[in-house]
């Protein structure tokens, strides 16, 4: 008998939302995700948008066989009977030609109303729409943790430099510390904007991704659920089957052998990132014009 390497027994959810792959640029990572779906199965599974990137795809062609893999893996999945439904975002665009047709067994989307099990109405959307709505501001133009010490000793040499161009003195700290504080309320406005349209169309909630910030959390009365990336954070969206809701993060290291890669995320599975939200550090995101 030929032994064959053993797949995993996934584990099921009613429905899965994944957004921002971003296949295409070099900062996605599909590996991560296909990982995902060989331990999870569903019976709704969800692609909010960004999941290829046209616009760096327009740029310069970065397509290898783990991007056809995922791409193979979703059709399967399609055809094996999970329903699957595309809604593509602002750096899918193209695909938004396509709506209300089929791409082989998946269905694209503008948006589309869930139903939980036990019965609330989602609103799915990408929500780019809601940029607009929102600020202008490079949210994303932000630093990490670790940075800012960087950031002091550079500011240093900044006043050092201008001390010498007769320029008074310039607050780097401050200037980094207004724009984090632009993008933590860039966050809160885009993500009241979109609420506030679950709301206008008499729904309980609403699901989205687009800002790259997994977040689950009620709104004024209404639920908002963020998918989140697989650029960074790795995250999904998943219903139980009693209708609850759950974020989880999937994060597998690239370079790691096969044969390890269950264990690497075995010691923390699908853990709930609901209480990570409250004063943690800004999004950093090295290639900002992901979203
Ligand atoms: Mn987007």
Request: charged share 25%; proline share 3%.
């Amino acid at each position: 008998m030929i032994q064959r390497m053993e797949e995993p027994t996934p584990q099921k959810f009613r429905s899965i939302w994944v957004s921002d792959l971003h296949l295409g640029a070099k900062s996605s990572r599909p590996h991560c995700l296909l990982d995902f779906f060989r331990h999870h199965s569903c019976d709704n599974l969800y692609l909010v948008g960004d999941m290829i990137d046209g616009w760096r795809l327009k740029k310069s062609w970065f397509w290898d066989q783990l991007h056809n893999d995922v791409v193979q893996k979703v059709l399967r999945q399609a055809r094996k009977g999970t329903k699957v439904i595309y809604i593509p975002g602002n750096h899918d665009q193209f695909a938004r030609d396509h709506i209300g047709l089929m791409m082989g067994d998946i269905e694209v989307m503008r948006d589309y109303e869930h139903e939980t099990a036990d019965g609330r109405r989602l609103l799915v959307m990408h929500g780019d729409e809601f940029d607009s709505v929102v600020t202008h501001a490079k949210w994303l133009a932000v630093l990490g943790s670790g940075a800012y010490e960087f950031s002091v000793v550079l500011n240093r040499w900044v006043n050092a430099i201008r001390e010498k161009m007769g320029l008074p003195y310039w607050s780097l700290s401050n200037y980094l510390k207004q724009k984090v504080k632009n993008a933590m309320q860039f966050i809160d406005n885009y993500e009241h904007a979109v609420a506030e349209e679950a709301r206008r169309r008499g729904v309980q909630g609403v699901v989205c991704g687009h800002i790259h910030r997994a977040d689950m959390k009620t709104l004024e009365g209404i639920e908002y659920f963020n998918t989140g990336d697989w650029v960074e954070s790795c995250t999904a969206l998943v219903e139980h089957f009693d209708g609850r809701m759950e974020l989880m993060e999937w994060n597998v290291p690239k370079n790691l052998p096969k044969t390890n890669r269950a264990s690497a995320h075995m010691t923390q599975p699908g853990r709930s990132l609901a209480v990570r939200r409250v004063n943690e550090e800004p999004v950093h995101d090295p290639e900002a014009a992901l979203v």
